[in-house]
Each structure stands twice: as C-alpha cells, then as structure tokens.
C-alpha cells in the first residue's frame, strides 16, 4: 500500500526558505502514471494546491506562488521536495504530499500533513 | 481560476439522517468529449489528511460505503450521505481538476445532532 510521509522543519523564520521532502514508500516514484502533488492548508482556511512534478521532473506550478516555489523529484530516493521562498507569516500552514494519476487530477493518498509555523 | 463554493458552511444531522452538501464551481467542470465532470470529493477528520471519496463527481472510490453518493453535473453538485454515522462526523471538501491551478471548495462541516 502507497504511502506518502512529510518530513522537514516545523518552525521557520520570515524570509527564509521552506525545505520539505515527501518520502514515498510501498511504491516507486518513478512510475510514468503519476503526479506527486504539494498541498497545504493555512490554519481556519481552505485546501490550496502548491503545485505538483512527475517522474522526468516535469513541474506544474499554482500561479498564486509560482515565482516562489520550486518543486523537485530525486527519483533515486523515492522522494519529492517543496522549496518556498521568501516566507511570511502567511505561510504558516499544514503542508501535505499527495499522488494523483493525471494532470490535473483527484488526490490519492496524502501524506498525514506537516505543520509549518513561520515566525521569528 | 475556478472557484469553488460550497453550502452549508456546516449542518447537524441526527444519526441516521441524510446529510446534503451542496458544491458549486464557477465555470462548469464538464468536458463535453467524454461527458466527464471533473470533481472529486474528500473527507477530513480531525488529525487525518483528506481521503478521497468521490471522483468523476458520481464514482466512489473503493472501500468507501455506499452511504455516500455524489451526483451532479456541470456547475453544480452535492454529496449525499444518505444515513449519517457517527464516523461520518468531518469536514468534506469538493475539488475541481477541470483546469489548473487546482482548486478546492472551502469545506462544510457535518457534525451528529
């Protein structure tokens, strides 16, 4: 069974960069069917796709944060990464991983969540 | 962008109730050459990510009990819980994958009454 699991700081400081990596297990990520997605969710607010990357490292960026985000995949490892920008408070959010088979797509399964406070 | 509206913001419903959630996007979501509506619905629980229930706006994801139903087509949709359970009790969410960015509905909240 397909699991997705978060792993990175949970407390960062105005202006820095985010650095977060999704481990995949019970699957490769290097499969040509599928996408692997960054979502998060802003504490009281709603879900907001950050972007996703396949396999070859082809990205797919939300316009709303794209000059900030950078999204990569070390196949090697089985694992994705989320690189933020420039961060500010608003930032602060559960940060989740997700797979989805098609571009764009439905979200199955999702890592269990990181929670990402950015204060100094 | 496509926005997603969702109603109620939240509902109480009796054990063994139906529960109606009600999603609306901004453009419609149905691609004419394979008649698809492209919307999906999730489930949230304290603590939990999202899980996927519903994708294809009517096709429920496997495991999922048959209480939950999604209908709908074009701009609007709803999620039908037809006999609410005590672990029914989260936050639905609806997605639209018609188009990027991906967007997702605010969420309505269901608890027991």
């Known amino acids: 069974q397909l699991q997705l699991q978060e792993s990175g700081p949970g407390l960062v400081k105005p202006s820095e960069t985010l650095s977060l990596t999704c481990t995949v297990s019970?699957?490769?990520?290097?499969?040509?069917?599928?996408?692997w997605a960054w979502i998060r969710q802003p504490p009281g607010k709603g879900l907001e796709w950050i972007g996703s990357?396949?396999?070859?490292?082809?990205?797919y960026y939300n316009p709303s944060n794209k000059s900030r985000v950078t999204i990569s995949v070390e196949t090697s490892k089985d694992q994705f990464s989320l690189k933020l920008r420039s961060l500010s408070a608003a930032d602060t959010a559960v940060y989740y991983c997700?797979?989805?088979?098609?571009?764009?797509?439905?979200?199955?399964?999702w890592g269990q969540g990181t929670l990402v406070t950015v204060s100094s | 962008d496509i926005v997603m509206t969702q109603s109620p913001d939240s509902l109480a419903v009796s054990l063994g109730e139906r529960a109606t959630i009600n999603c609306k996007s901004s453009?419609?979501?149905?691609?004419?050459?394979?008649?698809?509506?492209?919307l999906a619905w999730y489930q949230r629980k304290p603590g939990q990510p999202p899980k996927l229930l519903i994708y294809?706006?009517?096709t429920r994801e496997s495991g999922v009990p048959d209480r939950f139903s999604g209908s709908g087509s074009g701009t609007d949709f709803t999620l039908t819980i037809s006999s609410l359970q005590a672990e029914d009790v989260a936050i639905y969410y609806c997605?639209?994958?018609?188009?990027?960015?991906?967007?997702f509905g605010p969420g309505t909240k269901v608890d027991i009454k």
């Open positions: 997605q639209q994958y018609f188009s990027t960015p991906i967007t």
């Open positions: 294809w706006a009517s």
């Open positions: 453009r419609s979501v149905l691609y004419s050459s394979n008649n698809k509506n492209y």
């Open positions: 997700a797979r989805h088979n098609v571009m764009p797509g439905w979200f199955d399964p």
């Open positions: 990357v396949d396999y070859s490292g082809s990205t």
């Open positions: 019970g699957g490769s990520i290097s499969s040509r069917n599928y996408y």
